[in-house]
């Protein structure tokens, strides 16, 4: 069936340093792949997204990269800050539209 | 905008009492989507509406009923509340269904006892 994994499900890094998170999923139709950053106590809310017509985006200290032969995609925070510490979740489209979230990745930036 | 409005926002009930979650949107979306987020288990489907008049179930349906009232207004019931639905749950929208980004509400929280 349809799934999303998401690795790791903690990071702490130190201030300055860089994050990378990693999905991979299950749906070959899949062609939209949000991210979401959902800090302590808020609802969840995009950063950045990305489509299977291109292979990266950026915006600012975020980018995302997606690899459609091998299923996965990933989320790069560089220069991070302490603003940055939340959950993040990355997520695919099904083909019957329906979004995938993965379990989440809990960033800690230490000062 | 207010965008995604749900109430309310904190509920405690007890074991077989029912109740329903309210969700309204302004923003003029065609789909909207129930989730509830467990502790390790990210975000997951309940139930979705591709379009005012249709329903569908997602990944965790069962002990769930919803409503899509009209465009703006998708509600979901719980008829009989058993602590395993202690959760949070977000009500969310989007502009179309397949590729376009959801815009989440504040969240229930929700406590079965």
């Known amino acids: 069936g349809e799934n999303v994994e998401q690795h790791p499900s903690t990071l702490s890094v130190q201030e300055g340093d860089s994050a990378v998170i990693k999905c991979t999923y299950s749906d070959s139709a899949s062609n939209y792949f949000p991210w979401y950053k959902q800090e302590l106590g808020k609802r969840p809310q995009l950063i950045i997204d990305?489509?299977?017509?291109?292979g990266e985006k950026k915006d600012q200290r975020i980018a995302v990269t997606l690899n459609k032969t091998a299923k996965h995609f990933s989320l790069h925070i560089t220069e991070t800050q302490p603003e940055d510490s939340a959950v993040y979740f990355c997520a695919a489209n099904s083909n019957t539209g329906k979004l995938i979230f993965g379990q989440g990745t809990t960033l800690q930036v230490k000062p | 905008n207010a965008g995604v409005t749900q109430t309310p926002k904190f509920q405690v009930l007890k074991t077989g009492q029912s109740m329903t979650l309210q969700c309204a949107q302004d923003m003029n979306h065609n789909s909207m989507y129930w989730y509830r987020q467990d502790p390790g288990m990210g975000l997951r489907l309940i139930y979705y509406?591709?379009?005012?008049?249709?329903?569908d179930k997602g990944e965790v349906p069962n002990g769930y009923n919803v409503s899509r009232l009209n465009k703006r207004e998708f509600s979901l019931r719980l008829e009989s509340a058993a602590p395993s639905q202690t959760s949070v749950y977000f009500c969310?929208?989007?502009?179309?269904?397949?590729?376009?980004?959801?815009?989440f509400g504040n969240g229930t929280r929700l406590t079965v006892t």
């Open positions: 990305i489509r299977s017509n291109v």
């Open positions: 969310a929208s989007s502009a179309a269904q397949r590729d376009s980004p959801l815009h």
């Open positions: 509406s591709a379009s005012e008049g249709t329903t």
